[in-house]
């Protein structure tokens, strides 16, 4: 079955960073667009990083444009999200999401919190 399962998060002061990782597996990993996304408490979950298949092409909300590198290890079946300069409205659950056979995975979530 497909599984998706993320860590790395934390605590963080503003201007920090965080390297997330997403551990897959149940799937052709190596024919699949990952992607990223966050959701803060009362807010709806939004994407916030996109890369293709074969790691060539990427695409991030405009808010971690120049903070955040998503990338990705085809041998590993992993998906990363490097994340710099952090501010606290980065605070959200991280999930890494794929599409596969009609319908989309998710992984259960890593928590970010960026505070002082």
């Known amino acids: 079955q497909v599984q998706l399962v993320e860590s790395g998060g934390g605590l963080v002061q503003p201007g920090g960073s965080l390297r997330l990782s997403c551990a897959t597996s149940?799937?052709?990993?190596?024919?699949?667009?990952m992607r990223w996304y966050r959701q803060a408490p009362g807010k709806e979950r939004e994407m916030v990083a996109d890369?293709?298949?074969?790691?060539?092409?990427?695409r991030y909300a405009d808010s971690v444009k120049g903070r955040f590198t998503i990338s990705r290890d085809n041998a590993k079946n992993m998906v990363y999200l490097q994340m710099n300069s952090l501010k606290p409205e980065d605070t959200a659950v991280y999930y890494c999401?794929?599409?596969?056979?009609?319908?989309?995975?998710w992984g259960q979530g890593t928590q970010v919190t960026v505070s002082s």
């Open positions: 149940g799937f052709t990993f190596s024919g699949c667009r």
């Open positions: 890369i293709s298949s074969s790691g060539d092409t990427t």
């Open positions: 999401k794929v599409f596969w056979i009609s319908r989309d995975y």
